[in-house]
Nanobody, 115 residues
Framework: QVQLVESGGGLVQPGGSLRLSCAASGSIFSGNSMGWYRQAPGKQRDFVAR???????AYADSVKGRFTISRDNAKNTLYLQMNGLKPEDTAVYYC?????????WGQGTQVTVSS
């Protein structure tokens, strides 16, 4: 059974930083590309960043240069370092495989950027 548990969200002022973590169990992590996605209120869930098993990365244009995705394959853990946060980054952040597996979404972690 696949389980994804996101953590590290919170309330931060514009320009601040947060580091999200995603603990993965089951078969979803090993050997697969993993990604971060986010869903703002009233909007669809969007792609944020992805990382291959070997460490190649890609980002949505809206976060390029501010966010950094990484992974620890020994710990089955995915990370997202978010710097220079903006109010438009406010959303629930989720991790999942790339492409995402429909039945594997976790509860997400709320990120709120506000002064």
């Amino acid at each position: 059974q696949v389980q994804l548990v996101e953590s590290g969200g919170g309330l931060v002022q514009p320009g601040g930083s947060l580091r999200l973590s995603c603990a993965a169990s089951g078969s979803i992590f090993s050997g697969n590309s993993m990604g971060w996605y986010r869903q703002a209120p009233g909007k669809q869930r969007d792609f944020v960043a992805r990382i291959s098993w070997g460490g190649s990365t890609a980002y949505a244009d809206s976060v390029k240069g501010r966010f950094t995705i990484s992974r620890d394959n020994a710990k089955n853990t995915l990370y997202l370092q978010m710097n220079g946060l903006k109010p438009e980054d406010t959303a629930v952040y989720y991790c999942n495989a790339v492409p995402p597996r429909a039945g594997s979404w976790g509860q997400g972690t709320q990120v709120t950027v506000s002064s």
